[in-house]
């Protein structure tokens, strides 16, 4: 499995953008996606996991009511809607499938300024 990532940016605290990943496997999607984060100084940590079916999904306590995870399975893509972003929530994003092996995205940067 491959992982594309893309979105984020520069938002003003209280905004809104996302993040979007695209999988490139020859499978059909069949595993548990989601997305990552790791802050200056800190540790990596679920943002928000999709179950396989888009069924289960589990937020991080902070993000929850601000952050939408999301998945196409047509287009083997996740999406991230984050609205009322905080300070707090700047970070590098990571996607994650847990495939076989479990794939990490590059990462992509989100900034928040306050």
């Known amino acids: 499995v491959q992982l594309v990532e893309s979105g984020g940016g520069l938002v003003q605290a209280g905004g809104s953008l996302n993040v979007s990943c695209v999988a490139f496997?020859?499978?059909?999607?069949?595993?548990?996606m989601g997305w990552y984060r790791q802050g200056p100084g800190k540790g990596r940590e679920a943002v928000a996991i999709?179950?396989?079916?888009?069924?289960?999904?589990i937020y991080l306590d902070s993000v929850k009511g601000r952050v939408t995870i999301s998945r196409d399975f047509t287009k083997k893509t996740v999406h991230q809607q984050m609205n009322s972003q905080k300070p707090e929530d700047a970070a590098n994003y990571y996607c994650?499938?847990?495939?076989?092996?479990?794939?990490w995205g590059q990462g992509i940067q989100v900034t928040v300024s306050s």
């Open positions: 994650y499938a847990d495939a076989a092996p479990s794939t």
């Open positions: 496997d020859d499978g059909s999607m069949v595993y548990d």
């Open positions: 999709s179950g396989w079916d888009g069924e289960r999904i």
